[in-house]
């Protein structure tokens, strides 16, 4: 590969550098967003949105860590910051060998409950509204397309 | 508003969820293969790739603060830790009142050298082969768009 055919065309570096921005932007005001109003941080919410949609809002440990792409470790940092606010409790499994569960609790419920419709609300406005009906179909498919690709070099 | 009003439809939950999740693998495919290849975090590149195409690989701090849409106390903290690694120093302003400047020295010129030809390959496979040059121009302009209603909203 020669030297110059490594960078990126200008058209390839806006599209690269504008798609960078808007999600560090969004991700920040989001983040802002429901901390001030709720307390909770961006992965509080991620890991009671979860919760809520599981059956009896209850995951083994490992499952949510799969779902929310995190590590081990931090999904056990997180459960512990969670379980000590009192956010979710954390079960041991008695069958054994399968992992202990998360399960959100009563308090857990009424903060995300609290928190959604107004997170819902902006990622609305600031996300979906401003999209065609279309462009938010090509945005879809292009991303799916894009995290196929990077789970396929990753097995 | 009624209630149901508030929630995402399947498909804008779909390309919602969609876009995050690309961003989230893409952010830490990169960042796991610069530290791995050039011990650089994402932030360190994108202090030196600002700074390289700064005149004379300077820039004011609050002028990279600004490029890099960063906090004041992250511009500072990011400046000292890559100020004792060498990669940049800091100087004074001699006419005073306009602040300090952050600029590159020959170690982190030799850094982002080695660095950038890995990491422009990585985003070009991961992100830009995939889209045709249609969808890459779509999400380049959906994007710019997003960030400028975020800016507005700011005002």
Known sequence: MNEQSRWLSPVEQH???SVMRM???LEGRLSRGLQS???LSGS???VLVNLTEAPGGRMRHVD????LEWEKSRMSHQASRMAKRGLV???GCPEGGRGAFVVITPEGREMIAKAAPRH???VRRLFIEPLTPDELQTFARVADR???RLEKEQC
């Open 37 to 39: 109003e709720s307390c």
């Open 64 to 67: 949510l860590a799969r779902c």
């Open 89 to 91: 409790a954390r079960q």
């Open 44 to 46: 509080d919410y991620a």
């Open 23 to 25: 999600y560090e932007r």
């Open 15 to 17: 599209a690269w550098r």
């Open 146 to 148: 894009v995290v196929e």
């Open 120 to 122: 819902v609300d902006e």
